[in-house]
């Protein structure tokens, strides 16, 4: 257990920050409240009878907009990667491969064959390029209501024997549009990430002998990760608001049932309230650990100084130096 | 132990290296000299095949090593690069820094490499500063991990491109005191470097390069004090006083 530290004055400043942000939110919140309900009042037995249900479908939400986001993380990476890639370096591919004819003692039709697959690769690896930059423009582009739409048609023209009823079409459906949108901000986010870690770091790593995967996994990607913790957070978020959007599918989703006018008519601000308070607090609860998470693992000495306080360590005794050999 | 023939690169249209030949032996210290943009650094850097020379060929021991069927990896193991920015992985420690080449590179396991890493942090002098980052050492404590970095892969010859022309005064003294002992110990090292006082003392061979060729060679003697080239002449006027 580390020992507990006093009070300094830096952490005294951090509490009152944490005080003042509580003061602000509570405050615009109740400033909403009193803009939108005012002196009519919410009904607290309804709120009381039906917050279950909107839990219930808030982890509907949380649970596809997770799903999404892992899938499109992933996707997202290794799209935002192609794109740090800019030019096809033809000219290499063609040295490379002089160079190889002429050590090689293989005949002009084995030599042949190899030089038209090595330049039909260079050509894929540009389609994949500039396919990867499209699909970025599209995604960033279009609405996610019509990207989900868009899903919907996909599954239910080309895949109709894929689904036994229409709640698993309008739920992949969802999920597909969600996973592909994010996938395609994600990408972004990753090539921000991956282009802002110094060349002489990828050099470095190049000069020990670790190949460009190597490279990338462990010494690019752990740096980039946590430059771009920030924005991927704000995605998750944004996903996860987006994900009530899926409701025009007809998946359960708290939006659902606001729109069901009929069945809830006379308490659309109760359910806006309680839809409200369980947003905000996944969300507040969710950033709180990711800053928590970000400043354990963030570089010493990167960007501008945090506090120490927020980071006690061990630090070895600062003995004086041993003579250079 | 390194030999390079003949090697030109071209960076676009702008030739940088014009046909330069350098043959190091085991042991030797070469020190290259030269203004800026002469090409030393690419040079260093077609020897590891960081860039890869458009023609001409590069030994290691007698292996002709830019042919596409040798893995660049495999090169870059073999000769260890030491760089003017330093170039620590700034999310590692000083030890991680150290240990990582050997862990993932070599796949020697994390105790053993420990062992090594902490033996050659002690060597740089740097044993108490194995648990800092990059970022809380100082430039010339940075040179020395990055060394000590280079070291860990056990290379056969090692390369140093300005090692000290990024430091504080008061810290290029450490860092050379370092490589002169390196080079006391047999390492085969080719050093890009402007500080005299190292070239005269611990090298072997000196070579003015400049436009992307070789002017002059010969002992730091020959080199500094009686050089047959007028632009060596005038280069060396410039820097030695």
Not at chain 2, 25 to 43: F, N, Q, W
Not at chain 2, 151 to 169: G, I, Q, V
Request: with cysteine; hydrophobic share 50%.
């Amino acid at each position: 257990m580390a020992k507990r530290v006093p009070w300094d004055r830096e952490t005294r400043w951090r509490r009152l920050d944490t005080l003042l942000a509580a003061v602000i939110v509570l405050g615009v919140l109740a400033y909403m409240y009193e803009l939108m309900v005012g002196s009519r009042g919410l009904d607290p037995v309804y709120i009381a009878a039906n917050y279950g249900l909107y839990v219930t479908a808030v982890t509907v939400n949380l649970y596809m907009t997770t799903v999404a986001y892992a899938v499109g993380m992933t996707a997202g990476f290794f799209l935002g990667w192609l794109r740090t890639i800019r030019s096809v370096p033809i000219k290499k591919v063609v040295h490379d491969f002089r160079a190889f004819a002429d050590t090689s003692s293989r005949s002009k039709f084995v030599l042949s064959g190899a030089l038209g697959l090595t330049v039909a690769w260079a050509g894929l690896k540009y389609l994949v390029r500039r396919l990867g930059d499209a699909y970025v423009e599209i995604i960033r582009g279009t609405p996610l209501f019509v990207q989900i739409l868009f899903a919907w048609s996909i599954l239910v023209v080309n895949f109709p024997g894929l689904f036994t009823n229409p709640t698993s079409v309008a739920f992949s459906a969802g999920l597909l549009a969600l996973t592909a949108n994010t996938a395609g901000y994600q990408a972004e986010i990753f090539r921000a990430g991956l282009q802002t870690v110094h060349s002489g770091q990828v050099e470095a790593a190049r000069a020990l002998g670790f190949s460009r995967l190597g490279a990338m996994r462990h010494i690019v990607l752990p740096q980039a990760l946590r430059l771009i913790v920030p924005p991927l957070t704000n995605e998750y978020i944004g996903l996860f608001k987006a994900s009530t959007l899926v409701f025009i599918l007809g998946v359960q989703t708290e939006i659902t049932f606001v729109a069901n006018r009929n069945a809830f008519a006379g308490h659309i601000f109760e359910i806006f309230a309680i839809v409200t308070a369980i947003f905000l607090l996944i969300t507040v609860v969710l950033a709180k650990v990711i800053q928590a998470l970000e400043s354990r693992f963030r570089i010493p000495g990167l960007g501008i100084q945090q506090t120490r306080a927020e980071r006690p360590r061990a630090r070895p005794l600062r003995l004086p130096e041993a003579p250079t050999p | 132990m390194i030999r390079v023939e003949g090697i030109h690169k071209y960076f676009g249209t702008l030739h940088v290296l014009r046909g330069i030949s350098l043959n190091v032996a085991k042991g030797e210290a070469v020190v290259v000299i030269g203004p800026s943009g002469s090409g030393k650094s690419t040079l260093l850097r077609c020897i590891n095949l960081l860039v890869e020379p458009d023609e001409g060929r590069v030994f290691i021991e007698d292996t002709q090593v830019n042919r596409p069927e040798v893995r660049r990896e495999w090169v870059r193991e073999q000769v260890g690069m030491v760089f003017q920015s330093f170039n620590l992985f700034t999310h590692l420690t000083a030890m991680q820094n150290v240990m990582l080449g050997l862990t993932q590179v070599k796949g020697i396991p994390k105790d053993e490499a420990a062992a090594k890493a902490r033996q050659l942090l002690a060597r740089v002098g740097l044993a108490v500063k194995e648990n800092s980052y990059p970022a809380e050492l100082s430039g010339g404590q940075q040179q020395r991990v990055a060394i000590a970095r280079a070291l860990a892969m056990d290379p056969k010859a090692m390369l140093f491109d300005e090692p000290t022309s990024a430091l504080d005064p008061e810290y290029i003294r450490e860092v050379l005191d370092v490589m002169t002992a390196l080079a006391r110990e047999g390492m085969t090292m080719i050093v890009v470097t402007h500080e005299m006082g190292f070239a005269s003392n611990v090298a072997s061979r000196i070579l003015f390069v400049d436009a992307g060729v070789v002017i002059e060679e010969g002992t730091p003697e020959e080199v500094f004090h009686h050089p047959k080239q007028e632009r060596t002449r005038s280069f060396v006027g410039k820097i030695l006083r």
